[in-house]
């Protein structure tokens, strides 16, 4: 059986919270000195204006940080994620991404490998955009870690490539979602997902 | 109501900002509730959190600023050119003060209050660093800037060293104000030049404020006054809602 445990449940919204108001007010400070060619549009940040998605950006860090600072010990210390996460294996991988493909998508009792692979390297990314995020802060307090990302340029690029990284994930996984709506109940009120 | 939340010497202040980032903020607050399913109609309980937490990362801050630690500094072939401008107002805007007629201003918790020429800081030690800016906007740009050390300068004018808050009020009704640890801080000084020739007009002629542990904001320009105090003076942008420590 597959439930998800309450502390899951929990810290998954609470972090879908914070991701989203940490991408949309970080669109609108990075429209104040846009990096590329483009801007975001105004409907789709947080904050009105500069010093309020800044205000946005750094309360949210706080949920983030100790939410996921939550979810991370536990899944940890409780041996989860070795169950539920790993291992993954390339192979593996290649054999439940073709199965997708064609239509074969087995949605049992764990995560399949594309599933695994998907939810460790999006947790990768939030390590990633807090780590660049903390060298953009502080990078005189933190000038190492500045430093390690290639200096306070590089890490405004890598810490927009870790946010590019986590909506990919994100418009994957709520399409996903539309297509096994069952899993929208079973992260909220931990039902066991239904098989097949 | 607002005063209840308000914590310390500032409760006046925030009480005036807290309505002004209710105004902006409430704009895409919308957006927000959609994408939640939370009902953020309150958007004075939102900004109260947000102001909370906002002096929540002062103290955070406070607690990480290292005294010792000094910002990176750079060869003078890295100094960005041209470096650009940057106020709330357009460049052809810029104050032009007349260095001849000009004094610095002193108030506050300091013995000696005559005021200063720019003759007289001219003819005290001076220190020259390659320091990169950051602005709160997220780009950088790297300079050079000459001129005295604060705390030389403090410490000259008998200024109390263990109150809390160095305020600054400069020609363009710009204000701004830095702690005091970070006003002791050994790469903090009062800029007279800007690479070898004195600050131009629109880098802040006659004296800025190069504190390179501190975002760009908290580099005041054309500053007529300097004062020593233990409540907080805010700033321009600070009284808007930018994070009022916003070390680097």
């Known amino acids: ?12 919204w609470l972090n879908a919270v914070a991701m989203i108001c940490l991408i949309m007010s970080g669109w609108l400070i990075y429209d104040a000195s846009p990096l590329f060619g483009f801007s975001f549009p105004r409907w ?33 210390v409780t041996g989860h994620f070795a169950r539920r996460l790993f291992p993954i294996r390339a192979g593996d991988v290649w054999r439940d991404f073709r199965d997708a493909l064609h239509l074969r998508l087995v949605h049992d009792d764990g995560y399949n490998s594309v599933q695994r692979l998907f939810y460790v390297g999006t947790i990768g990314l939030g390590v990633l955009a807090f780590a660049s995020g903390l060298s953009l802060w502080k990078p005189v307090q933190l000038h190492a870690l500045t430093a390690a990302f ?7 690029r890598v810490h927009f490539a870790a946010m590019s990284g986590i909506v990919l994930f994100l418009l994957v996984h709520l399409a996903l979602v539309a297509i096994v709506p069952q899993t929208l109940l079973a992260i909220t009120y931990g039902r066991a997902a239904a098989k097949r | 109501m607002n005063r209840l939340q308000a914590s310390g010497d500032r409760s006046i202040e925030l009480l005036k ?8 903020s409430g704009l895409s607050l919308g957006a927000l509730t959609m994408l939640t399913g939370c009902d953020l109609t309150d958007g004075d309980a939102v900004d109260r959190v947000l102001w909370t937490m906002s002096r929540w990362n002062d103290r955070v801050q406070a607690w ?17 050119d041209p470096f650009p401008f940057n106020a709330f107002y357009p460049e052809d805007s810029a104050p032009e003060v007349d260095g001849a007629t000009w004094k610095l ?7 000696h209050k005559s005021p200063w020429t720019l003759a007289q800081l001219r003819a005290l030690p001076q220190q020259s660093q390659i320091t990169r800016h950051i602005c709160i906007e997220g780009w950088s740009a790297i300079g050079q800037w000459s001129g005295v050390p604060f705390r030389s300068f403090l410490e000259r004018i008998g200024a109390d060293t263990r109150a809390r808050y160095v305020g ?6 710009y204000y701004s104000s830095i702690d005091m640890a970070t006003a002791l801080h050994p790469q903090t000084i009062l800029a007279l030049d800007f690479r070898d020739s004195p600050l131009p007009d629109k880098f802040g002629f006659p004296v800025k404020l190069r504190v390179p542990t501190k975002l760009g ?18 700033g321009w942008w600070e009284d808007q809602g930018y994070n009022w420590f916003s070390g680097s």
Not at chain 1, 47 to 72: P, T
Not at chain 2, 105 to 111: F, M, T
């Open chain 2, 217 to 234: 904001f908290k580099n005041p320009k054309y500053i007529m006054s300097i004062f020593v105090t233990n409540s907080n003076p805010g």
């Open chain 2, 17 to 24: 900002v807290q309505r002004r980032l209710l105004l902006r």
């Open chain 2, 64 to 80: 990480l600023f290292d005294p010792t630690r000094l910002a990176p500094t750079y060869p003078a072939s890295a100094i960005t």
């Open chain 2, 168 to 173: 600054f009020k400069c020609a363009d009704r």
């Open chain 2, 105 to 111: 201003e002193l108030s506050g918790l300091v013995d």
């Open chain 1, 1 to 12: 059986m597959s439930r998800h445990p309450v502390i899951v449940r929990i810290t998954h």
């Open chain 1, 150 to 156: 290639g200096g306070y340029e590089t890490a405004r």
């Open chain 1, 44 to 76: 789709a940040t947080l904050g009105g204006w500069l010093g309020g998605a800044i205000a946005w950006h750094f309360a949210a860090m706080w949920l983030l940080v100790v939410n996921g600072g939550i979810y991370l010990l536990w899944g940890a």
